[in-house]
């Protein structure tokens, strides 16, 4: 590793992503982020003159190779921090290990919501979850969009189920209707069928829970049926790729994200900044989540004085970073709050923020 | 009613384009015998490299459309003269090995190298689309649908009407005799396989104009592909049409009338009740006797 | 060695009625009837395409006859899949080589003996005393019937390294360990030359004295067919078309016509040293 | 016999793997001679026709067709050149039709009429395939296929034709037919070399005979000295 | 034959002591990973090699195996010791409803029938959220108290043990049915199915039992393996489960017993050892299995074997087509 710190030993952290298979695009992009924060700590000298080694391991969004990732980075490499693992299911497949090992482990990703539950002393998610976006956002999204009746859609994962869930419980709460709910596989290509149903039912807005290249191809489509309801929902919809892929069938449309390049403020401009230098593009919520996650660790490191774990657990808890989308502070069970979430319309090839919310995670 | 009426159209529309993917492997697995698991990455590399040819060189469709297929074509007859070639004969299972590890190889390289970002290629044809009564389609899908039936038919008139065609038929049952008969049978065995990557890469290149090409789509379309290859039949093209179709409509219908989240269990439902009922899928010949 | 019989001895072992079967629009056989008396060595003959191996095909459940009937030992068999025909002791050979290739000849035989080394779930998993055995009879009875067929040399050769002549053999090795009571052999001689051939004649009559009981052989080796027989019957088009003893088919126009030909009657006796 | 020798086989060896199968095998085939093989089963009469037809590689010697070297050529190239084998086993191809299997036998013959006028003849040699044209060759019985099998391989119009066990399977009548036709297109001037375990039908063809047995060309005989002399036959054959 | 007993054997002896041996949790959790790996490619293996048909559905079992553990164990409070034999014996009886469907198909229609049926069965999983929690998954199944108490290296030792307990039971069933008279006899179907029928061999039921037995050691290795990761979700089901079972078993050498368990043992061990590679892994890891097709077609018991290649090249394709069809 490279940096100011020179000849000291570096301080090891183990990162899990999906580096290959159908989610590969997400997780390359949480490496982009997470590899931009460590050489920014390493530009600036690493942590008490040690530098930040980040080591990146494949876990294919699957449960068992995950593990196999964990184990190696723990054994092997003896990584102070495990950051990982994308999938809810993989990450739930190492918490138990984090857990034996006793070593802190956290998430800027998944968002299953019961994995705070479990009681894990060493699981933090610097993330929302869809029941915090959502309770932030429904009811702006009602008012504002003037919603009567709404269809849900969503990929039929973990995720995908989530965001819909939650989503359609907060909105029918708030007595907008719902038409009509049903999932799509991740990879489909052709939904022309659904869209004919959800054009069928007529609802004011649809919403849609997908990531970019179901989102993107769906959109289209949506465009090509003439589908006049106002679409939004959650995914990382507010990044040019996005924007690119999906081209005119993407004006208007609105995303509830907790990280959008066009967030104002200092620290952003500046993340969007070097990230721009870094990679020619435009950060998006897994960059921001991979960015956040190293620094949140590097902090929290550097706050313990020391690379013991348990050190570095308590000071996770007391964790109080600014990130380019405010502030990230944890629940006793783990639980990210503080920091904001926008809903962002995109207007000219633009996300445009049209409102921002902080994710609160009371009880 | 108008609703039975789009979800018929959209069934086409996916039918088409099913059989269209399976094309390919109708020829390599139906007709040739070789279980080629790399096929849903010929189709996945067709659309990428479209997608470099397009947006990346700057070429036109059509243009960059000829090299990329010319391109995958060497590609598929390197594969069968220097790979394939050397296991033949060892039985199916050196062949699928043999597959299945090129098909990681091919997927992960492209990812290395490309990318895991979609890929859009521009679409040859654009504009508004059409509204004919309550259904909606458009310019580029009823194109790609023309295209799939022109491949399709073309590719049944080369096996059955014409003199290789025959020469291709008669090596894949017994290739000895082929030989004896002065079919040169490794030829046949290379341009095959090419003819079948070419085929793939077409179907990969077109629909990636429609949807969007991204390195880890293979699986999936390998799936697809062996299944409308076994509802027709192995190696019948009206076979591979009709299983395209079957499979189409079914979802559509599956996913208009019942939901989307489980469409993809209609088709593998039919598989089974198919091949329950005729063992040998819908259209194909049994020479067998004892 | 020879199997015990339940049936009584005036009951012939096979007997088919009306056996008929059409492929589309092609009358392949029709209503052939077709008898084998315990003991009996019955030879089917007739032209190329007649319906012999398709009658085979019948009698052992490979293929279902569109009309007719077969009874064995008094049971009927027609409708039965091929495996529950073996079973009662009817084991056929077939005309198209056909063996297991990547097995050494030895190895095939051993195969064969399936049906008396059959053992329970449990000797399978648990205790193999029993099934050992009938394993090791099933050796011993193996190397016999490789000797019987002088494959002795070959004896650990695998099959697909054989020539076609030795497969022949080897087939009728696999069929013989089965412990047929009716064995029917589509013909086994071809690819013997003369010699063998005749040499094969006397094996035949060895295996008829002492394995099995009945033989119903298809063979164009006229020799051969002529020398063992007890009994001949000729098809033609699917039908029978004469029945008799060796001398009075020799003697029969229309089998002349039909399948001996013109040659036939001097030299046919390409058998001569093989006669009975 | 004044005739210029067309094939010539000399000192050839051959092996599946690592078993030898021919052991320096040498003969000789004059135009328009038909020359039959003969043996006891596993002698090498049919890896001697697949070395020449290229079907299986030559470890060492010579094989020359017309004087070229033909050792070890790709077995279509050697069809091209005029040689025809037809295998052992039949090997029809069994998912196309009769008339398909014929017509392919002609594959290296551009002209379309010249393909129909000789699957025609062939046809008219054996009616029954007539009969059958539109069936499947894998659903004809044995000898049917074996008709089909000879008849394909006469459709290359070959100056050398191989035959490997013709009468296999043959009723005595339909073989004679096939004898017939041997001699037939042996008058027409093709050179024949023959493999044949029915002894009285190779001999009634054929006017030389080469023994072999385990690889090795033992005795090189007239057909009529062996017809007329059954003790050295079966010296030769075994039994 | 002996000389294959003996090696299993060997290889048995070999892993007992393997744990006293290293003590490193990472090396230890991927021996247990080769394990639940060893069995599942000898389950494979039973169906490819020995019943001579190719089964791509084969995740249908391990993951009904991993969804029976993790129900029992979580809603039913059932021990790990009830929960995996459990496992393979529902594993099993799935194995012969679905055996009695798909045996009755072969070649390329077996081969994509059983895909159907692992696919229907992710769907199901994937959509049934009531009794599998759909594709949010079974999280937190529970690990037996034993290994809770023995800390890190104990408790990988404990589940070392109860891998090579599996992988010992399998191999030993497997063995005995490979040698038992029915193992012939589906070698016999897979040499020449006329041939076994002319000889008395029922080649369906004969395919069922071997199908069952091989569907019931896939349920254990899913049992076991619920328990060892602890989550279990469709993706038990995926189809990379099924490569990575048939690159083991082919690489290693079908239709011996040995083969499946080498394969497995340099798969994992392959897979894990590329990791330096970086992005560069998976490519490297499609290039290695094509490299060993291209020079050890017969897999690496082929390799040991040195079977002489009995065919020269040059006529192999010809020489074996169109076999064990009689006509
Ligand atoms: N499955 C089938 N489909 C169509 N025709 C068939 C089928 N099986 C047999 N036949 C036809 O039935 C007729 C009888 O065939 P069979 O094999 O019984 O003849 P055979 O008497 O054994 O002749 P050979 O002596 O040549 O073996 C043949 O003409 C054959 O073409
Ligand atoms: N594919 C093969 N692999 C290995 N050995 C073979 C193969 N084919 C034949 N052989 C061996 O080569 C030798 C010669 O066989 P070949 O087939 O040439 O005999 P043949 O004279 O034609 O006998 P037949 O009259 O029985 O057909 C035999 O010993 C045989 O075992
Ligand atoms: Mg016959
Ligand atoms: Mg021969």
């Known amino acids: 590793m490279a940096g100011a710190a020179g000849a000291a030993e570096p301080i090891k952290v183990g990162l899990i992503e999906p ?86 482990l956290v998430t800027g990703v998944s968002s299953k919501a019961d994995l705070t539950e479990q009681g894990n002393r060493y699981f933090f998610r610097a993330a929302e979850t869809d029941a915090l976006l959502a309770r932030a956002f429904a009811k702006i999204m009602a008012r504002d969009l003037k919603l009567k009746s709404v269809a849900y859609i969503g990929v039929n994962d973990d995720w995908g189920r989530g965001g819909v869930a939650e989503f359609s419980r907060d909105l029918t709460e708030l007595g907008v209707k719902s038409t009509l709910v049903d999932y799509f596989d991740h990879g489909s290509t052709d939904f022309y069928t659904l869209l004919t149903r959800i054009r069928a039912a007529e609802p004011d807005g649809v919403f849609v829970a997908a990531e ?50 066009t967030i104002p403020g200092d620290t952003n401009r500046k993340f969007v900044e070097s990230y721009a230098k870094a990679y020619r593009k435009q950060p998006g919520k897994y960059g921001a989540a991979g960015y956040n996650a190293v620094n949140i660790v590097a902090q929290a490191i550097d706050r313990a004085d020391s690379t013991k774990a348990e050190a570095i657990r308590e000071a996770l808890a007391k964790t109080d970073y600014e990130a380019p989308n405010g502030h990230y502070r944890f629940t006793p069970k783990g639980q990210a709050y503080g920091f904001s979430a926008v809903l962002v319309q995109l207007q000219g090839a633009k996300p445009v923020v049209v409102a921002t919310s902080p994710v609160e995670a009371g009880q | 009613m108008n609703l039975a009426l789009q979800f018929l159209a959209n069934g086409l529309v996916t039918g088409a384009f099913y059989a269209l993917s399976a094309l390919g492997l109708t020829l390599i697995f139906g007709l040739m015998r070789v279980v080629n698991f790399a096929h849903g990455e010929f189709f996945m590399l067709g659309g990428v490299l479209g997608w470099v040819a397009t947006a990346v060189l700057g070429l036109d469709f059509a243009t960059a459309f000829v090299l990329v297929v010319a391109a995958m074509g060497v590609l598929g007859w390197l594969v069968d003269r220097f790979m394939i070639e050397r296991v033949r004969g060892h039985g199916e299972e050196s062949t699928i090995l043999l597959t299945i590890g090129l098909s990681i190889f091919l997927a992960n390289a492209t990812l290395y190298l490309a990318g895991p970002a979609p890929m859009k290629v521009p679409a040859p044809l654009t504009g508004k689309p059409l509204f004919l009564g309550p259904v909606v389609l458009t310019k580029s899908r009823l194109a790609a649908v023309a295209v799939s039936v022109v491949l399709v038919l073309g590719a049944y008139l080369v096996i059955h009407r ?129 | 060695m020879r199997p015990e019989t339940t049936a009584s001895p005036a009951a012939p072992l096979l007997r088919a009625e009306r056996l008929s079967i059409t492929f589309g629009g092609i009358k392949a056989v029709t209503d052939f009837d077709l008898t084998v008396g315990d003991g009996e060595i019955v030879s089917l003959i007739g032209p190329n395409g007649a319906g012999k191996t398709t009658c085979f095909n019948m009698l052992t459940g490979f293929y279902r006859p569109t009309g007719g009937t077969a009874q064995f030992r008094g049971q009927v068999i027609t409708g039965l899949k091929p495996h529950a025909i073996a079973r009662r002791g009817l084991v056929r050979s077939f005309q198209k080589t056909s063996v297991m290739k990547n097995l050494t000849v030895f190895e095939n035989v051993v195969t064969g003996h399936y049906l008396q080394t059959r053992q329970s779930l449990m000797q399978t998993f648990l205790f193999e005393g029993a099934s050992k055995r009938a394993a090791e ?84 080796n006229m020799g051969l067919v002529m020398g063992v027989s007890d009994r001949i019957v000729v098809m033609n088009f699917g039908r029978k078309l004469i029945e008799g003893t060796p001398a009075e088919i020799l003697g029969s126009d229309e089998v002349r016509e039909a399948y001996l030909g013109k040659g036939a009657a001097g030299k046919g006796a390409a058998g001569k040293g093989a006669g009975r | 016999m004044s005739a210029r020798t067309v094939l010539a086989v000399s000192d050839l060896t051959a092996a599946y793997g690592n078993a030898t199968a021919l052991h320096g095998v040498s003969l000789e085939v004059r135009e328009g001679e038909t020359v039959a093989l003969i043996g006891a089963n596993g002698a090498g009469k049919s890896t001697t026709l697949r070395t020449i037809s290229g079907l299986l590689a030559a470890r060492s010697g010579r094989i020359a067709w017309e004087g070229k070297d033909i050792t070890n050529w790709p077995a279509d190239r050697v069809v091209a050149a005029g040689l025809s084998h037809c295998p052992e086993e039949r090997h029809v191809w069994p998912e196309m039709t009769v008339e398909e299997n014929l017509r392919l036998g002609g594959y290296l013959c551009g002209s379309r009429r010249e393909v129909d006028r000789r699957a025609a003849l062939a046809f008219g040699r054996f009616p029954r395939l007539q009969e059958r044209a539109g069936q499947l060759a894998g659903t004809l019985s044995g000898g049917e296929q074996q008709m089909l099998a000879i008849a394909r391989a006469l459709m290359s119009e070959p100056r050398l034709l191989m035959l490997d066990e013709p009468s296999l399977g043959l009723s005595p009548k339909m073989a004679e037919d096939v004898f017939a036709v041997v001699r037939d297109i042996n008058r027409h001037g093709v050179t024949v070399l023959l493999v044949e375990q029915n002894v009285h039908n190779a001999l009634s063809v054929a006017s030389r005979a080469y023994v072999l047995e385990t690889g090795r060309v033992t005795a090189e005989r007239n057909a009529g000295d062996l017809r007329d002399d059954p003790d050295l036959l079966r010296t030769y054959l075994g039994g | 034959m002996t000389g294959e007993r003996s090696s299993l054997l060997f290889v048995l002896v070999l892993a007992a002591v393997f744990p006293f041996a290293v003590q490193n949790p990472y ?106 929690n759909g594709p949010m998954g079974i999280a937190g199944v529970p690990q037996p108290a034993s290994v809770a108490a023995a800390g890190i290296v104990g408790g990988k030792q404990i589940y070392y043990f109860m891998a090579a307990g599996m992988v010992a039971v399998s191999l030993y069933l497997a063995w005995r049915l490979v040698r038992s008279n029915s193992g012939r006899a589906a070698v016999a179907v897979r040499e020449n199915r006329f041939v076994a029928q002319s000889i008395g061999v029922d080649p369906f039921l004969t395919a069922m039992h071997v199908f069952t037995l091989s569907a019931v050691l896939a349920g254990f290795a899913g049992g076991f393996y619920a328990h060892y990761v602890s989550f279990v979700g469709p993706e038990v089901f995926r189809f990379s489960f099924m490569a990575s079972m048939i690159i083991m078993v082919l690489m290693g050498g079908k239709g011996t017993l040995l083969g499946p368990v080498l394969g497995a043992v340099i798969v994992v061990g392959l897979e894990e050892y590329l990791r330096q590679a970086q992005e560069l892994r998976l490519t490297l890891f499609g290039l290695i299995v094509m490299a060993v097709v291209l020079f050890a077609p017969n897999g690496l018991m082929g390799l040991l074997a040195r079977r002489p290649a009995w065919l020269a090249r040059r006529a192999a394709p010809a020489l074996v087509s169109n076999q064990g069809e009689p006509a």
């Open chain 1, 19 to 104: 580096l290959s298979g159908s989610v590969a695009y997400n997780g390359q992009s949480v490496v982009e982020g997470a590899k931009l924060a460590a050489k920014e700590i390493n530009d600036r000298g690493g942590i008490d003159g040690r530098p930040l080694e980040l080591i990146v391991e494949d876990g294919q969004c699957a449960p068992a190779n995950t593990v196999n990732a964990a184990e190696k980075l723990i054994q092997n490499d003896r990584v102070s921090v495990l950051i990982g693992a994308f999938c809810s299911s993989a990450t739930a497949a190492i918490m138990p290990v984090a857990d034996k090992y006793k070593l802190p």
């Open chain 2, 162 to 290: 014409t003199r290789i065609g025959r020469a291709m038929r008669a090596t894949f049952q017994d290739a000895m005799a082929a030989k004896l008969s002065g079919i040169r049978t490794e030829r046949i065995f290379a341009a095959t396989f090419a003819l079948g990557t070419m085929l793939a890469a077409s179907a990969g290149m077109l629909l990636a104009s429609i949807y969007s090409a991204q390195a880890s789509v293979g699986g999936l379309v390998s799936l697809k592909a062996f299944v409308v290859v076994i509802l027709g039949g192995m190696g019948s093209f009206p076979g591979a049409i009709a299983g395209g179709l079957i499979l189409g409509l079914s979802e559509a219908f599956w996913g208009g009338y019942v939901s989307t989240g489980t469409v993809d269990i209609v088709g593998f439902v039919m598989v089974i009740l198919i091949l329950l009922f005729r063992p040998r899928g819908l259209f194909s010949l049994n020479a067998q006797r004892a």
């Open chain 3, 137 to 220: 009879a099933a050796r011993q009875r193996s190397a016999e019937i490789v000797q019987l067929l002088g494959l002795g040399t070959r004896s650990e050769t695998p099959a697909h390294h054989l020539s076609c002549g030795d497969l022949r053999l080897l087939e009728v090795g696999v069929a013989l360990a089965a412990r047929p009571t009716l064995l029917m052999l589509d013909e086994p001689a071809a690819g013997l030359n003369t010699a063998e051939a005749n040499a094969f004649g006397e094996v035949l009559r060895t295996i008829v004295a002492t394995q099995v009981r009945s033989l119903l052989l298809v063979e164009h």
């Open chain 1, 212 to 261: 970019t290249q179901d989102g993107s191809i769906l959109l289209k489509q949506a465009k090509e049926m003439g589908l006049e309801a106002k679409i939004f929902g959650v995914g990382s919809w507010a990044t040019e790729d996005f924007i690119k892929l999906t081209g005119e069938a993407a004006e208007g449309i609105y995303a509830a994200v907790p990280y959008a390049s």
């Open chain 5, 27 to 132: 090396i230890l959790h991927l021996a247990v990973i080769a394990g639940i790996y060893v069995v599942l490619a000898t389950s494979l293996n039973l169906i490819v090699g020995y019943v001579g048909e190719f089964s791509l559905g084969h995740t249908a079992f391990f993951g009904i195996g991993a969804y029976a553990a993790a129900l029992l164990s979580t809603a039913a409070g059932l021990p790990i010791w009830l929960t995996v034999p459990l496992a393979g014996l529902l594993a099993g009886l799935f194995g012969i409803v679905i055996g009695a469907i798909t045996l009755r198909l072969q070649g390329p229609y077996f081969v994509i029938v059983t895909l159907a049926f692992a696919e229907v069965l992710r769907i199901v999983a994937t959509n049934w959220i009531g009794l599998t």
